[in-house]
């Protein structure tokens, strides 16, 4: 099949993207790319984590610098999780491609692209994650850190211990405010090159089903 640079006339809005993928695929077609998309996220969180508490650990024994260890141990952390991670983001990407049905099967897809594209398909777009992931990880959880301080203060809680059932919910309660803030200001910032690490991948099956 040809590759095809066409693009609709106009974007699709939600309701025309729901008709669309049922229309061409039934209740399947929203479940594409649902199990790599399930083993990249089981994997990545307990490799992100992991990783941050050996590489934080790591970094406070040569810095006392607390905003410096916590945004080179999560930058080290994203790192290791971009490089072992990608292959199950390429696979699931493609598989959430409408018309792209080259691949039967998650084990099927990692065949397919060794014979086609060699190893080193498994990791397109990975520069332009870390371009995206890095300064994401690196703004992130410093920002995460300074955000519980400050909301807090906010809400009027000096410090937060779990010895009691009301400072633990505040503390679940300013975490998840916390969580939300940093998550926002570094998406604004790094949202640009994740479109573009997007259509990088997406070029690769973007193809014409006629």
């Known amino acids: 099949m040809a590759a095809t640079k066409t693009k609709p006339e106009k974007p699709l809005n939600f309701t025309e993207a729901t008709r669309t993928i049922h229309e061409m695929e039934g209740i399947k077609g929203y479940y594409r790319g649902m199990v790599p998309g399930v083993i990249k996220a089981s994997f990545s969180a307990g490799l992100y984590f992991g990783t941050l508490a050996v590489s934080k650990k790591a970094i406070q024994s040569v810095s006392d610098n607390e905003r410096f260890v916590n945004s080179s141990s999560s930058v080290v952390a994203r790192l290791v999780q971009c490089i072992l991670t990608n292959p199950f983001y390429v696979v699931k990407t493609r598989f959430e491609v409408i018309g792209f049905n080259e691949y039967n099967s998650v084990w099927d ?78 998406c604004l910032i790094t949202h640009p090159i994740d479109i573009i690490r997007t259509r990088i991948l997406f070029q690769f099956y973007n193809k014409d089903p006629t």
């Open 109 to 186: 897809a990692c065949k397919k692209v060794v014979e086609k594209e060699g190893y080193r398909g498994f990791f397109i777009g990975l520069r332009v994650a870390f371009l995206r992931d890095l300064p994401f990880s690196g703004l992130y959880y410093p920002m995460y850190e300074e955000s519980k301080v400050l909301v807090s203060a906010a809400l009027g809680h000096k410090s937060l211990t779990e010895d009691s059932q009301n400072d633990t919910v505040s503390l679940v309660t300013i975490s998840a405010i916390s969580a939300m803030i940093a998550n926002v200001m570094s």
